[in-house]
Nanobody
Framework: QVQLVESGGDLVQPGGSLRLSCTAS????????MSWYRQAPGKERELVAS???????MYKPSLKDRFIISRDNANNTVHLQMNGLKPEDTAIYLC?????????WGQGTQVAVSS
């Protein structure tokens, strides 16, 4: 079955950096676009970034100067490098893949940005 396992979340100070990882299994990883979403307390889930199987990327416009999505098809992993973190980046970050019109999610990893 499809499994997505996120890691790398932490408490960081404003201006800091984090690298999130999502390891996937149960499907042919290299064929599928992968996405990172986030959900802050009391807010709707929002798309952060996506990457196709061959590495084309798309970002939420307000994040594209600070966040970088990448993938390692040999290890079935997608990463999200987050730089210049701000308190408003505090959220649960979730990995997502869509297969045959069904959306799969990981359990999420918590990112907290605070001094």
């Amino acid at each position: 079955q499809v499994q997505l396992v996120e890691s790398g979340g932490d408490l960081v100070q404003p201006g800091g950096s984090l690298r999130l990882s999502c390891t996937a299994s149960g499907f042919t990883f290299s064929n599928r676009p992968m996405s990172w979403y986030r959900q802050a307390p009391g807010k709707e889930r929002e798309l952060v970034a996506s990457i196709t199987g061959i590495g084309s990327t798309m970002y939420k416009p307000s994040l594209k100067d600070r966040f970088i999505i990448s993938r390692d098809n040999a290890n079935n992993t997608v990463h999200l490098q987050m730089n210049g973190l701000k308190p408003e980046d505090t959220a649960i970050y979730l990995c997502n893949v869509r297969i045959q019109s069904r959306s799969y999610w990981g359990q999420g990893t918590q990112v907290a940005v605070s001094s």
